[in-house]
Nanobody
Framework: QVQLEESGGGLVQPGGSLRLSCAASGFTLDSYAIAWFRQAPGKEREGFSCISSGDGSTYYEDYVKGRYTISRDKVKNTLYLQMNNLKPEDTGVYYC???????????????????WGQGTQVTVPS
């Protein structure tokens, strides 16, 4: 049974950093692609980063590129999202999702993914 569990969210001041975790069970971490999404208050869920199965190619949307880094620990079967230089607009619930082998052009769309974690809240006050 594929399961994902996010953790590591919290309240952080602008310019600060957080590292989110996505613990995977029911599959090995590099056998599926995994994407990170966030949902800001009153907005739709949107994907901003993805790591493919196998070689672990990574992809980022422009608005997080250079600030966010996705990585995986195969021993712990856990995916990480290092977030630096956080801004108020980064506030939202962060989710990891899986269910396909490769990220693909439409990784940022929620409908592209099958399995989701419960989310973790990140708050960056203005």
């Amino acid at each position: 049974q594929v399961q994902l569990e996010e953790s590591g969210g919290g309240l952080v001041q602008p310019g600060g950093s957080l590292r989110l975790s996505c613990a995977a069970s029911g599959f090995t971490l590099d056998s599926y692609a995994i994407a990170w999404f966030r949902q800001a208050p009153g907005k739709e869920r949107e994907g901003f980063s993805c790591i493919s199965s196998g070689d672990g190619s990574t992809y980022y949307e422009d608005y997080v590129k250079g600030r966010y880094t996705i990585s995986r620990d195969k021993v712990k079967n856990t995916l990480y999202l290092q977030m630096n230089n956080l801004k108020p607009e980064d506030t939202g619930v962060y989710y990891c999702a899986t269910g396909r082998l490769y990220c693909g052009t439409y990784f940022h769309l929620p409908g592209s993914w099958t399995y989701w974690g419960q989310g973790t809240q990140v708050t960056v006050p203005s």
